[in-house]
């Protein structure tokens, strides 16, 4: 089927979907399954399931070896990673972040008694602008928490720069950023730490996992006890603390998917290409670049919708798209000062121009191993053809709509 050739090929008027199952972004990439089995195989027979277990431990270092950095704390998920490091740390008061973010970054300090302060992204780089930031210090600002969004590394030397003058400290976000530099050097060694995600719907996944990274024995020695209730030996609790432990079939999805990580990202970097190519000609639709000079893992691919150029808005292309089975996402919208709590809580920041424009313009489309080179020509196809039939699908859309209020 095409459907560059008419408009009636499209599924959200008469035509039939382009794929027969939901392709989503965020499908699982799974590495090598038999070697999976066979962890499980192992773990079930030594009876160690989790607390500190043999994969966890092997896990960390071969993870902190590939980052380069001191310390690697594997965790049961992002969020409570992001948690344990806001205590270890020792956040409080006010914290800077980006509202252009997944929710989590701003509940893990919520939820902690702390209150997030929503700065902008810079013009063109979807990532906390310094100038922002530096206008929101207060005399209660802590730290500021950066966040390297789709996996492209925020101004960490620009707020470093912050900080620095202001006497605040820095924790970054890397939920989406594991196999990423910066200047050269591994994310995972900014700040005073980084807090990587390996939920299932991150390219390297465990399948829930996270962990905290630094360069900090004081800090890793603190997440490591908090992760563990505070203990600190049997009997001895030096801190408060909370379960993060991660589980050892966890931590052998770790392993499965450390094996396979430079093919996941080889075809992670593949799709982009093709994206940029597929789409290079079609007006006011514009992949997000990564640079090129430094690692990525490039695993969103995500558009940006010039409407005034498209003749069609973001929204109405995600419409077009689900309608095809391509669970195309508004990452992340519609900025985080507009969820609750902080929508209703009137000290909430909410001048923030860029942010609410980004959050209008871009979306994620499937990439990983679970689509191929045809999905991928496919959805570029849709794509052309939506912006082809712009005001053609609007006009449609209309007449529909006051044929139901008639
Ligand atoms: N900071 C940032 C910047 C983050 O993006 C995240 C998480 C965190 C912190 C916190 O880290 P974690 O605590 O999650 O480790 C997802 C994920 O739940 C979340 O991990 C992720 N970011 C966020 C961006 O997206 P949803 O609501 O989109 O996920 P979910 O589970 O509904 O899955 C999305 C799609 O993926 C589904 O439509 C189907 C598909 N899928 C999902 C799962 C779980 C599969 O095909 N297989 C699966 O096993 O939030």
Known sequence: MTHTNRLDNLAIFSGIPAFTQKLHVGRPNIGDRDYFMAMIGVMLDRRWLTNNGPFAKEFERRMAERLGVRHFLAINNGTIALEI??????????????????????????????KPVFCDVKPGTYHLDPACVEKHITPHTSWILGVHLWGQPCDIDGLQAIADRHNLKLLFDAAHA????????????????EVFSFHATKFFNTLEGGAVATNDDGVAARVRSMRNFGFVE????????T????????????????????????????????????????????????????QNNFQ??????????????????????????????????????????????????????????VVEETM???????????????????IRAAVTYAAEIRARKAQRLMATLV
Not at 258 to 263: A, K, M, N, P, Y
Request: charged share 20%; glycine share 10%.
């Open 85 to 114: 490091a806001i205590k270890a740390l020792g956040l409080t008061g006010e914290v800077i972040v980006p509202s252009m973010t997944f929710i989590a970054t701003a509940h893990a300090l919520q939820w902690l008694g702390i």
């Open 364 to 382: 994620g489309v499937p990439t990983g191993t679970a689509v191929g080179p045809g999905h991928i020509h496919t959805i570029c196809q849709i």
């Open 243 to 294: 379960n993060g432990k991660m589980n050892e079939a966890a931590a052998a999805m770790g392993l499965t998917s450390l094996g396979s990580v430079d093919t996941f990202i080889a075809t992670n970097f593949r799709h982009y290409q093709q994206y940029g190519r597929e789409l290079a000609d079609v007006p006011g639709i514009s992949v997000i670049e990564y640079d090129e000079a430094e």
């Open 300 to 357: 969103y691919v995500i558009l940006n919708v010039n409407e005034s150029m498209a003749g069609i808005s973001r929204d109405e292309l995600v419409e077009v798209l689900v309608a095809e089975n391509v669970l195309a996402r508004r990452y992340f919208y519609p900025g985080c000062h507009r969820l609750e709590p902080y929508r209703s809580d009137p000290t909430t920041n909410r001048d923030l121009p860029e942010t609410a424009k």
């Open 178 to 193: 594991f196999g990423c530099s910066y200047n050269d050097r591994m994310i995972g060694n900014f700040g005073n730490a």
């Open 234 to 241: 049997n009997d001895f609790v030096a801190y408060e603390g």
